[in-house]
């Protein structure tokens, strides 16, 4: 949570700021108003059916996430009996109220939707989730034999009693609890059980087409598992069979003062996160109040963390049947990334970049280009160094092949692997061994801040105008992560580029995240945690002294989240000295918007399409200047103080022009995916013309695509 300690009679937030608590938005709420607009592009009509589907399945992603790190940091501050309030002036208790209220109505409209409209419909387009009273005899036949082959074989039923206590239940599992009656052949009779269904078990299974009047007929885990749950319990009466789920707090707990191996110690933590507190039960609706309570307690919860659903308790593992079913007309319709003409031209990507600085904006424009740089440099005799930071890469990553070969190729390769990428902890401890192994210099930057920053330098051997021999440097900065699968659904900005004085910066950085030594003056680069945050604030107080001289000023800023609460003072300052102010953010945004003496001059949006909006773009007019940043970084406390991150301009004119209709203004005219913020600080989808409708992401593959 974003938290101040309380020991004043002025709030805290209304002396570090000038403004008081009420002028800002609560983080959670904000992030589950998201996960509304989230949930909207699943009710919406105009969305292709099965892509409703996906969106429903984001939406509990994004609320297991929320539990497991969000949640689990309001349970551990009412444990603790903390005094500390949010940013907003709220107490752990009351942000826990609001929070299971929000959750449970989020949930319910989840349900309903999709047992009221989405599996109707698809129904109707013969993609059918079989019910257990659905089944023709040969569907059931098939089905059983599934059963005993496939699923019988890998289940241990847990019968609870002294000698077998409550079993440890991993993180997100699907589990049933199990009521029984009778007695076993040793003569027990607890009159319960626990059936915990291993992973390794698809939660939804395909039946053959040959068996069904449908296209695609799916049936659940769950069902089969409740059909035929007696034959785990020979001799003994079934009464209820429940599925449930329970998820956990899945911080790590590093103590950074104390350790001497951050590696070996977060090997060391990662088994651990599937045990973590409980912080939210689900189960079945038809789950018994007697078993429900019993789960309650062995949980240590309370009602307002259960969450009674009307189907799977995990919608997540419904994620993959779009891409399971051939039916593109239920689909978005798919498109061809482009390639930058500059690129099209040379066969080395060395040749292109040296002809000027490029830029790429995907997924609109292939990731292909970033992949190729890392190839051919790891293969060029030329190249005698690559650096790059590693924050979410994946696990069959090629680029990491790629650094592999490059080291196996005997260039000096410099990898800063952040071990603390949540929930990416164990892929990239793997690719850090695999690099160590071949030769590579593996670093874990610096203890304490996150390497978030996106950053390639190749250093490549050449011949000087005067003949000489002499070293360039090649740099990639990115706003996103080197991940070919997510640079598919991400918006993202990349610049290529071989500036002198960018390379010089960039290698600095570099410097101080694998050795020691004090932080020397960037030319070009914004850099946390030292001059980040102080120049995003001095280029907002500049705009604002603009205004009050009487001058042109304009402020356009894009990013995922908006929380840290010095910049958005300035930026009520900005607005109340007269800068229109345009802010395009995705996600949480701890602003007011368009309030009257505060910041009637600020407008913030939100756009929610198909492609993730990830990119994070800065906009100052800077008295006809026009300063653009690029960024990894979101205006919040951890980006700007607990990370290493960077903001980079765009220095070409032609470059910054297209930075500013693409990334920019192209989203302020957006009338149909885009959200608007009102005063009383709830979204409202802004309404164009069906006449002249403006699809940001439609109109940007039009432009870029292949």
Avoid at 294 to 315: I, K, M
Avoid at 421 to 434: C, H, L, P, S, V
Avoid at 616 to 625: K, Q, T, W
Avoid at 634 to 663: H, Q, S, T
Wanted: a neutral charge; proline letters at 4%.
């Amino acid at each position: 949570m974003n938290i101040v300690a309380t020991t004043t009679e002025n709030p805290p937030i209304q002396a570090a700021t000038g403004f008081p608590p009420e002028y800002f938005q609560n983080r959670e709420m904000s992030l589950l108003a998201f996960n509304r607009r989230v949930l909207w592009q699943a009710r919406n009509p105009r969305t292709p059916l099965l892509e409703r589907l996906r969106f429903l399945c984001i939406v509990s992603s994004n609320l297991d996430e929320f539990f497991e790190i969000r949640e689990a940091g309001i349970k551990e501050q009412l444990k603790l009996n903390s005094v500390a309030i949010t940013t907003d002036g709220k107490t752990a208790r009351e942000v826990y109220r609001l929070v299971s209220d929000e959750v449970h109505s989020i949930v319910k409209e989840q349900y309903a939707l999709l047992n009221e409209e989405i599996l109707p419909q698809l129904a109707t387009e013969g993609i059918r989730f079989l019910k257990r009273g659905d089944w023709n005899d040969a569907q059931r036949e098939w089905i059983r034999d599934f059963f005993f082959r496939e699923v019988m074989p890998v289940i241990t039923p847990i019968g609870l009693d002294p000698s077998h206590p409550f079993p440890r239940v991993l993180n997100k599992s699907l589990n049933f609890a199990v009521e029984l009656e009778g007695r076993d052949a040793f003569g027990r009779s607890s009159g319960a059980a626990i059936v915990q269904a291993p992973r390794v078990l698809p939660r939804v299974i395909r039946l053959p087409r040959e068996l069904g009047d449908s296209e695609y007929a799916f049936v659940f885990l769950s069902s089969i598992l409740h059909e035929f749950v007696h034959e785990l319990f020979a001799g003994m009466k079934v009464l209820g069979c429940y599925q449930f789920r329970v998820t956990r707090n899945s911080n790590l707990f590093v103590d950074e003062e104390e350790i001497t191996n951050l590696r070996a110690k977060i090997q060391g933590e990662l088994p651990q996160r599937h045990f973590g507190d409980a912080v939210r039960l689900e189960v079945a609706n038809s789950c018994s109040e007697a078993m429900t309570q019993f789960l309650l307690g062995q949980f240590n919860l309370t009602e307002s963390d259960l969450y009674r659903v009307a189907g799977p308790v995990n919608l997540v593992r419904l994620m993959q049947v779009p891409d399971w079913v051939l039916r593109n007309d239920l689909k978005f319709q798919p498109f061809n990334p482009g390639t930058p003409k500059a690129l099209q031209k040379c066969h080395s990507i060395f040749d292109s970049i040296r002809g000027g600085d490029i830029l790429l904006h995907h997924p609109y424009q292939s990731f292909n280009s970033v992949i190729e740089l890392l190839e051919q440099s790891a293969n060029d005799p030329q190249v005698v160094a690559i650096k790059m930071t590693v924050y979410r890469t994946g696990t069959d990553s090629v680029l990491m092949q790629s650094l592999l070969r490059a080291a196996q190729n005997g260039k000096e390769v410099t990898v800063v692997v952040e071990l603390m990428a949540r929930f990416d902890e164990e892929a990239n401890i793997g690719w850090a061994t695999k690099l160590e192994e071949v030769g590579a210099h593996v670093v874990y930057g610096v203890v304490g801040y996150k390497t978030h920053a996106k950053m390639l330098m190749i250093v490549r051997r050449e011949e000087g105008k005067a003949g000489n021999s002499i070293l360039r440097r090649y740099v990639h900065l990115g706003t996103g992560n080197y991940h070919p699968k997510t640079a598919r659904l991400y918006s993202d900005f990349g610049l290529l580029t071989c500036n002198e004085e960018i390379g010089v910066d960039t290698n600095e950085v570099f410097k101080q995240l694998t050795g020691l030594g004090r932080a020397q003056t960037l030319t070009h680069l914004w850099q946390a945690p030292f001059t980040l945050q102080p120049n995003v604030v001095t280029a907002i107080r500049a705009e604002a002294e603009a205004a009050r001289a009487g001058k042109r000023s304009r402020i356009i800023a894009k990013m995922n989240s908006l929380l840290e609460p010095e910049t958005i003072a300035t930026l009520y300052e900005a607005s109340q000295a007269g800068v229109k102010i345009d802010l395009i953010v995705r996600g949480v945004c701890g602003l007011r918007a368009g309030v009257k003496d505060l910041s009637e001059n600020i407008s913030v949006r939100s756009i929610i399409g198909r492609q993730l909006e990830h990119h994070r773009v800065f906009y100052f007019y800077a008295g006809g200047e026009e300063k653009v940043y690029l960024s990894s970084a979101d205006w919040m406390e951890r980006n700007f103080f607990r990370r290493i991150e960077l903001a980079f301009p765009v220095l070409d004119r032609k470059l910054k022009r297209r930075v500013i209709a693409e990334g920019l203004q192209i989203y302020l005219t957006d009338n149909v995916l885009a959200w608007e913020l009102g005063p009383d600080g709830t979204y409202h989808q802004r309404r164009g013309s069906r006449t002249s409708p403006h699809s940001s992401q439609a109109e940007l593959i039009e432009l870029l695509q292949a």
